[in-house]
């Protein structure tokens, strides 16, 4: 089945660029759309944006400006930059695979990022 | 943007019981609507989308109704592993998908 896993740093500076990659497993990465999803501590889920192998992407509008996910199909992997970070995105991010449908499943474990100053 | 509203904010149910959540949409979302569970420490997982169908694995004691602006998520008989998070999600309208802020089923 299919199989998703976040990496990345878990430490961000404040106005840097927070970068993330989910490694794929159990279906080609072109099969899918695929989204990042994020979770501050404590409260609840927002999207942050999908993408499909062909370079369509869709961001959230409140992040449109600062997101960009890009998919590597020779890695079978697809990554999230977040420009500009500040304290307010310090989350847990998720990544998922978006299924017939446009509903999210599976999700990846997710990782914690913290934006520190 | 479509500004999903659930109720209560907890539930305090024991097992065996039955209960009932809900998710208010501030406009039509037609059929568009899931829901997810998420326990202590982990990710969401699907357990119900396009209102009423149940994704692969969930058991039936799970059912979801409503349609336009107002959705209801059952569980029939609470098991010791439901007691969690559940958050509604809509597609009816987007970008951007959107989520409720969760119903917290506690014992």
């Known amino acids: 089945q299919v199989q998703l896993q976040e990496s990345g740093p878990g430490l961000v500076k404040s106005s840097e660029t927070l970068s993330l990659t989910c490694s794929v497993s159990?279906?080609?990465?072109?099969?899918?759309?695929w989204t990042w999803v994020r979770q501050p501590p404590g409260k609840g889920l927002e999207w942050i944006g999908y993408?499909?192998?062909?370079?369509?992407?869709n961001y959230n509008p409140s992040l449109n400006s600062r997101v960009t996910i890009l998919v590597d199909t020779s890695k079978n992997k697809f990554s999230l930059k977040l420009s500009s970070v500040t304290a307010a995105d310090t989350a847990v991010y998720y990544c998922?695979?978006?299924?017939?449908?446009?509903?999210?499943?599976?999700w990846g474990q997710g990782t914690l990022v913290k934006v520190s100053s | 943007e479509i500004v999903l509203t659930q109720s209560p904010a907890t539930l305090s149910l024991s097992p065996g019981e039955r209960a009932t959540l809900s998710c208010r949409a501030s406009?039509?979302?037609?059929?568009?609507l899931a829901w997810y569970q998420q326990k202590g420490g982990q990710a969401p997982r699907l357990l119900i989308y396009?209102?009423?169908n149940r994704a692969t694995g969930i058991p039936a004691r799970f059912s979801g109704s409503g349609s336009g602006t107002d959705f209801t998520l059952t569980i029939s008989s609470l098991e010791p592993e439901d007691f969690a998070v559940y958050y509604c999600q809509q597609r009816g309208n987007w970008p951007p998908y959107t989520f409720g802020q969760g119903t917290k089923v506690e014992i």
């Open positions: 993408t499909y192998y062909n370079g369509i992407t």
């Open positions: 406009q039509s979302v037609g059929t568009l």
């Open positions: 396009d209102t009423s």
């Open positions: 998922a695979r978006v299924r017939p449908g446009n509903w999210f499943d599976p």
């Open positions: 159990g279906a080609p990465i072109t099969s899918y759309y």
